[in-house]
């Protein structure tokens, strides 16, 4: 089964009780499709979307618990109710081997890995430190409206093949740019497991119109 992760960025339409509004949505909208569903909020916001539907982290930092101001420590992650973090988007990029460090960290604490890659060639180095899934997303077609699987299908083919060919295990996701079911299904078709959407869902006037819709592609 596919997998659908909604990135709630910092919206002001995702956070606080908005927030735990769209996690109500998310867990009706997987039971009733049961397509898994994963929201990723603001770190604050953790523990009202956790008591709802499977969440991550936005971000996670690979130090040890101690002295580290401003950190999300993996640890206080979990604790707050989050199953994993997404790393390296394209809105908050980390240098590769903070990325090994982190997804070593969420691996000692039985936590996800799910890391994003700009193109094939990245997404290719990423594999090699075995995260449990590699996003691929053009930044340019972030918030574009225009899906990756129809304007760059080629990038989602190639992912693909790089990824398994490193490492068979890491499971690829499609993301920038998709926000109907069809574009879901065009990216399942080209490969990938599942995919990663943020506006087309936080931002919609109808989002469980558009969540149910997106996992109509699965």
Do not use: W
Not at 89 to 111: G, V, W, Y
Not at 116 to 132: T, V
Not at 138 to 155: D, H
């Amino acid at each position: 089964m596919g997998i659908v992760i909604l990135n709630f960025k910092a919206y002001a339409e995702a956070i606080g009780e908005k927030s735990e509004e769209l996690a109500k949505i998310c867990k009706e909208t997987a039971e009733s499709t049961g397509v898994r569903v994963i929201a990723a909020p603001q770190t604050t916001d953790i523990l009202r979307t956790s008591k709802y539907i499977e969440t991550i982290a936005q971000y996670a930092s690979p130090i040890n618990p101690g002295s580290g101001t401003g950190s999300n420590l993996v640890e206080a992650l979990k604790q707050a109710g989050a199953t994993g973090s997404l790393l390296n988007h394209s809105e908050r990029r980390i240098p590769h081997l903070q990325i090994h460090e982190t997804i070593d960290k969420l691996k000692q604490a039985e936590m996800i890995s799910i890391v994003c890659a700009q193109d094939e060639d990245e997404a290719r180095e990423l594999a090699e430190f075995s995260p449990d899934y590699i996003a691929v997303e053009p930044p340019e077609l972030i918030g574009a409206g225009i899906s990756v699987s129809e304007a760059k299908p080629e990038v989602i083919t190639k992912t693909v093949e790089n990824i398994k060919q490193v490492n068979s295990n890491v499971k690829v996701l499609c993301g920038a740019g998709i926000s109907t079911g069809s574009d879901v299904k065009k990216a399942m078709e080209l490969g990938v497991d599942g995919v990663l959407l943020a506006s087309a869902f936080t931002k919609a006037a109808d989002p469980r119109a558009v969540l149910i819709g997106i996992c109509g592609g699965i």
